[in-house]
Nanobody, 126 residues
Framework: QVQLVESGGGLVQAGGSLRVSCAAS????????MAWFRQAPGKEREFVAGISYSGRSTNYADSVKGRFTISRDNAKNTVYLQMNSLNPEDTAVYYC???????????????????WGQGTQVTVSS
């Protein structure tokens, strides 16, 4: 099993940047594909970005392509989401997710992921 703890959320003005982090513990981090999802009030949880166990493959939702970057540091057991050019529509609770897999294909379905963090709130003011 793996435990996930997100951090780095907060309040930022539109056009600003924020980086959220997800620290993993309890298992071999480099065996897991990692992803970020988000959920806004009254909406379903949606895929934001994902990265393969090796870091060689990434996948992004169309709504964040060119603005967000996912990365991982296997030595620190941490995955990051750098968010630039934020807008109010990015306001949501951001969740980190993990799935043990050795495929380079990064899944976008929440049902694929076995472990979840508690989430961190990101609020973008206009």
């Amino acid at each position: 099993q793996v435990q996930l703890v997100e951090s780095g959320g907060g309040l930022v003005q539109a056009g600003g940047s924020l980086r959220v982090s997800c620290a993993a513990s309890g298992s071999i981090f480099s065996s897991y594909a990692m992803a970020w999802f988000r959920q806004a009030p009254g909406k379903e949880r949606e895929f934001v970005a994902g990265i393969s166990y090796s870091g060689r493959s990434t996948n992004y939702a169309d709504s964040v392509k060119g603005r967000f970057t996912i990365s991982r540091d296997n030595a620190k057991n941490t995955v990051y989401l750098q968010m630039n050019s934020l807008n109010p529509e990015d306001t949501a609770v951001y969740y980190c997710a993990a799935k043990r897999t050795y495929t380079q294909v990064v899944a976008a379905s929440a049902f694929t992921y076995d472990y979840w963090g508690q989430g961190t709130q990101v609020t973008v003011s206009s």
